[in-house]
């Protein structure tokens, strides 16, 4: 079997507003460009990131910047603690297939394949379907308004907690899954802007950082360069888990 081929670009720091314009400028240039592409990212500085469907008036008091980024799920407190990747797919990619979870599937078992590689054990892949309930009570719409609040496929989970969240976004040239690792988990700010409650111990619980789960946690180098090949080292298509 050929090994699938991906254009890497470097790891790339900057502002949250500056690395979600050129997320989206990239995507967009994937009709006249279809290459497959792993495009590595941190922010500089904290900022709250909402999903598409979220409005800037949902948040208030953070002293940050609010961003919207272009792919769907609940807000993310994006700072330097966040290693994010953009997998970015054209439309004949045997990853970009008919049904949108497959894309997931692939997506988050590669990730838990380049974390066990580096030593993170205790990793699993969410199989089952999103858990987030936006039109539900107001406890499950807070909930779904955190991204690393609830379940999505292919999620990444130690412990029965979130490492990884996903989100994605599809046009007709293509597909982008958008991906975050926690170093730390620290919602508190977040839930503030929110009008929740800071210490919310549901919330708190729901995920966890690289950092305080390992020991001696890997560098963002590090990670990016064991998940880097695990992508290179992936299978086209699915099989059982």
């Known amino acids: ?84 990747l953009d997998v970015l797919l054209p439309t004949f990619h045997p990853w970009a297939g008919d049904r949108l979870t497959d894309v997931f599937d692939h997506v988050g078992r590669t990730w838990a394949a380049g974390l066990t590689n580096l030593g993170v054990d205790e990793i699993a892949v969410h199989a089952g379907p999103a858990t987030a309930r936006r039109r539900g ?35 007709r040239h293509g597909a982008m899954v958008q991906c975050g690792l926690l170093r730390h988990w620290r919602p508190q700010t977040l839930l503030e802007s929110m009008g929740a409650d800071p210490d919310d111990v549901d919330i708190g619980r729901a995920a966890v950082g ?13 990670v990016v360069a064991a998940v880097t090949r695990a992508f290179s080292d992936a299978p086209a298509e699915l099989s059982d888990p």
């Open 137 to 171: 009570t107001d406890r499950e719409r807070l909930l779904a308004a955190v991204c690393f609040a609830t379940r999505g496929r292919g999620e990444v989970f130690w412990r029965d907690r979130k490492l990884v969240g996903l989100a994605q976004r599809r046009r």
């Open 210 to 222: 690289l950092a305080d789960v390992c020991r001696d946690a890997p560098s963002d180098d590090a």
């Open 1 to 84: 079997m050929s090994a699938l081929r991906w254009r890497v670009t470097p790891l790339h720091t900057g502002t949250a507003a500056a690395l979600i314009a050129d997320g989206m400028a990239l995507f967009d240039r994937l009709g006249d460009e279809p290459v497959a592409t792993l495009r590595w990212y941190r922010s500089s500085a904290p900022a709250i990131v909402l999903g598409r469907g979220q409005g800037a008036g949902d948040v208030h008091g953070a002293g940050v910047d609010v961003v919207t980024r272009f792919s769907g799920g609940g807000a993310v407190w994006l700072s330097p603690d966040v290693l994010s």
